[in-house]
């Protein structure tokens, strides 16, 4: 595996409770030494278009960081494109009028948000649950359109327990949205993603203490005890990084903090995602 992309934990706090969310969550911020270090030690060895995703928890409760990772990166001279993923309850008519002025900065929202077609730069993670009929969710991505949606990427939610007639409904909501998407101007991020595991990002992954991982899998809930395998070295000493894992640690580390239930049911999602997206 090589890096790719980097990952930046501004903070493991997140006022949200999404159902589904499998990070765990503590009081840590990271600081802005922390963040100059990572940007300035990792942002230039990531190749001539690197991608840097601000990352939680929920980034927007420390907006100072994101408008200093934006500006920091381009003090450097780094061609960079940004990710926020936020859910996008805390974005105001300040940091919108800073995104508005970055189009560098594309804003990926964990829930549909008024912001959608507001930005210059949005993107809608658009999870499915278990249970989720295809109606409500036919009605929620009508809404999300009327506002403004542009590029999606669709996610049945991962590492929980799927029933056989929650994965029916599975395969009837997405050929009810194949149907609903088919002929519209849509981008579907999901045709450009690919990872080592579900949801989670192969890449540098800087957590908020300055330690550096092989991926933001480390956030799940419970993954600390685990992480060992994962950890590359630290931003204060960028030259001495270990190299990435084989994708066998990061597999190792889902074991650990999954029942195989939801292991299995997670591959039978992804397989039933995988499916209805080349079919688009
Ligand atoms: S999905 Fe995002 S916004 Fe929701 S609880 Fe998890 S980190 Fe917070």
């Given at each position: 595996m090589r890096p790719g992309a980097l990952t930046v934990v501004l903070t493991r706090r997140c006022p949200s409770r999404c159902g589904f969310c499998p990070q765990g969550f503590e009081p840590r911020d990271m600081s802005a030494a922390t963040l100059a270090a990572a940007l300035r030690g990792l942002g230039p060895r990531l190749g001539r278009k690197p991608r840097i995703k601000l990352f939680g928890g929920e980034p927007l409760l420390k907006p100072g960081l994101v408008r200093r990772a934006v500006g920091l990166v381009r003090e450097l001279g780094l061609a960079a494109d940004f990710e926020l993923g936020t859910s996008g309850c805390l974005l105001d008519a300040r940091m919108a009028r800073f995104l508005r002025e970055r189009p560098e900065v594309e804003v990926v929202f964990g829930r549909s948000s008024p912001w959608l077609g507001r930005l210059p730069r949005t993107s809608l993670n658009f999870v499915i649950a278990p249970g989720e009929r295809a109606p409500a969710v036919l009605r929620r991505l009508r809404s999300a359109l009327a506002l403004g949606l542009r590029?999606?990427?669709?996610?049945?939610?991962?590492?929980?327990?799927w029933s056989e007639a929650e994965l029916t409904e599975l395969r009837r909501?997405?050929?009810?949205?194949a149907r609903l998407l088919r002929g519209r101007p849509i981008a579907v991020k999901n045709l450009s993603r690919w990872g080592a595991v579900p949801l989670y990002n192969d890449g540098w992954c800087?957590?908020?203490?300055?330690r550096v991982y092989a991926s933001n899998l480390i956030l799940v809930r419970g993954a600390g005890p685990h992480a060992g395998p994962l950890r590359l070295g630290h931003v204060r000493r960028p030259a001495r990084l270990r190299p990435m894992p084989r994708p066998t640690a990061l597999e190792a580390v889902l074991r650990a903090c999954f029942s195989?239930?939801?292991l299995e049911s997670t591959?039978?999602?992804d397989a039933e995602l995988t499916e209805f997206i080349h079919a688009l």
């Open positions: 590029s999606v990427n669709f996610l049945p939610a991962y590492f929980v327990t909501c997405f050929a009810a949205l800087v957590d908020t203490d300055g195989a239930e939801a591959r039978r999602v």
